[in-house]
Nanobody, 123 residues
Framework: VQLQASGGGLVQAGGSLRLSCAASGRTLSSYDVGWFRQAPGKERDFVAS????????YYADSVKGRFTISRDNAKNTVYLQMNSLTPEDTAVYYC?????????????????WGQGTLVTVSS
């Protein structure tokens, strides 16, 4: 499966963005999907994940209550709604997919990665 992340951009602190992860090649409904982010000079960290059917979600503590992951399998797309953004959310955001295994937060568990979309939050 090929993944394409989009929706990044420049936003002021307190603002919102919605990222999209679109799949091609295979149907995304066959995969659990996660969002990760990588700030300059830092490791790629887990943000949120959702199971293949959308029944379970999991969030990093740093985004819980502000970000929402969802999916529309009919559109072959997973979303990350990001609200109340802070400069600490500035990073390149990546979506990733893996065979159904439940919600997962470890990079090593995901085998398919998109190219990333840059989110910049100004203060």
């Amino acid at each position: 499966v090929q993944l394409q992340a989009s929706g990044g951009g420049l936003v002021q602190a307190g603002g919102s963005l919605r990222l999209s992860c679109a799949a091609s090649g295979r149907t995304l409904s066959s995969y659990d999907v996660g969002w990760f982010r990588q700030a300059p000079g830092k490791e790629r960290d887990f943000v949120a994940s959702i199971t293949w059917g959308g029944g379970s979600t999991y969030y990093a503590d740093s985004v819980k209550g502000r970000f929402t992951i969802s999916r529309d399998n009919a559109k072959n797309t997973v979303y990350l709604q990001m609200n109340s953004l802070t400069p600490e959310d500035t990073a390149v955001y990546y979506c990733a997919a893996r065979a159904p295994s439940g919600v997962g937060s470890r990079r090593e568990e995901y085998h398919y990665w998109g190219q990333g979309t840059l989110v910049t939050v100004s203060s």
